[in-house]
């Protein structure tokens, strides 16, 4: 088949990866986990009497998923539901609301490698790219009542959390990521219960839920005169945080911690032409509609700073590593399912 080339747009080029990270790694779900073999969930339709039949392409993909999908499901999730809010907002009517930018410090593969269709799986080093993955995301707590007063404070009050992600239509050499019919918009929703209602001495201390998706998107690339097209991706976190909250002047810190239960969904069909034994053959290469999951532990600090309109917020996180996944190729020396650290930068306003 044709050699993979590394555009050379620089910048744009490591943002279409880490999109491209998005829609391919929710691909292949917890059919391909579960399997004992690496190409379940996966059929080729290639020419008779090809050997292999495509057992390198479908590994390779499983591979990719296993080493690409924790660094997405983080970004969806984030850290704090609303960036510098630990306790409630004290009643109906209140409300604060979020701008930000979530980025994970990732990984993603850099290396051309071959995809064979004839003979079994060969091992194969794709090696590691530290990249930026990117997500921006609009968030609101909305006040539903004001709890129970105790001393200085309320305790049991709670907020309605909302929120929104937002991905646009890109194109970069052979990369094109399309929104499609979610017009690149996805919903957030949640509940947040106050255990102690911030006030000018006691700090604010909530429970919260929320469940997060990423806007559905079609992925094409087209290198060469092979075609890959992902179909219908979007990928949901769900993820519970405890975080507790101080206001002093014009500072304000906040930490938590907290689980995702992340779930992908999509599917996948592909083009690829290679010469075997001299002859030219077609193989196309699907993955029919599969979900994953998988959960992780998260911890974060935020710091803010009073801009007298709204509020500075910036975020550092650390998502834990999960259960180790075997992978039979390699990725420069990163494993998959490792940990990862996480930030965001934000506007925050309350009223």
């Known amino acids: 088949m044709c050699a993979r080339r590394r555009d050379s747009g620089g910048d744009m080029r490591r943002v279409m990866t880490a999109l ?7 691909a292949l779900g917890t059919r391909a986990l579960a399997a004992q073999s690496g190409t379940a969930g996966c059929s080729v339709s290639s020419p008779s009497g090809l050997p292999g039949g495509g057992a390198d392409v479908c590994r390779k993909a499983e591979d990719l998923f296993r080493f690409l999908v924790p660094q997405v499901g983080v970004a969806v999730a984030g850290g704090n539901p609303v960036p510098g809010e630990g306790g409630t907002m004290g009643g109906w009517g209140r409300r604060a609301f979020s701008l930000r930018l979530v980025g994970v410090d990732g990984y993603v593969p850099k290396n051309v490698v ?4 004839a003979g079994a799986a060969v091992r194969s080093d794709f090696g590691a790219d530290r990249t930026i993955v990117p997500l921006p995301a609009l968030d609101a707590a909305i006040g539903l009542t004001t709890g129970i007063p105790f001393g200085l404070t309320n ?6 959390l909302v929120g929104a992600t937002v991905l646009p239509k890109v194109s970069a050499g052979s990369f094109q990521l399309d929104p499609g019919g979610s017009g690149g918009v996805a919903f957030s929703y949640g509940l ?3 255990a102690l209602q911030e006030s000018s001495v006691i700090p604010g201390l909530s429970v919260s839920y929320m469940r997060r998706q990423s806007p559905t998107v079609d992925l094409t690339y087209t290198p060469g005169n092979d075609t890959l097209r992902v179909s219908d991706t979007d990928v949901k976190s769900n993820s519970i945080r405890v975080v507790a909250s101080k206001r002093l002047a014009i500072f304000g810190v906040a930490v938590g911690v907290g689980r995702d239960d992340i779930e992908g969904r999509s599917s996948v069909n592909a083009v690829v032409n290679e010469s075997v034994l001299g002859a030219p053959r077609r193989a196309t290469v699907s993955v029919p509609i599969l979900a ?18 709204a509020r500075l917020v910036g975020e550092y996180g650390w998502s834990n590593a999960g259960d180790a996944r075997g992978t039979l190729n390699t990725f420069g020396g990163r494993k998959a399912n490792e940990g990862y650290r996480y930030g965001s930068i934000g506007l925050t306003t309350r009223f």
């Open 20 to 26: 491209t990270v998005l829609a391919v790694t929710s």
């Open 155 to 160: 305790i049991g009050g709670v907020d309605l």
């Open 114 to 117: 071959p995809l064979n269709l």
């Open 192 to 194: 947040r219960v106050g």
């Open 292 to 309: 994953e999951k998988i959960t992780r532990n998260s911890a974060f600090v935020n710091a803010s700073l009073n801009l007298i309109f």
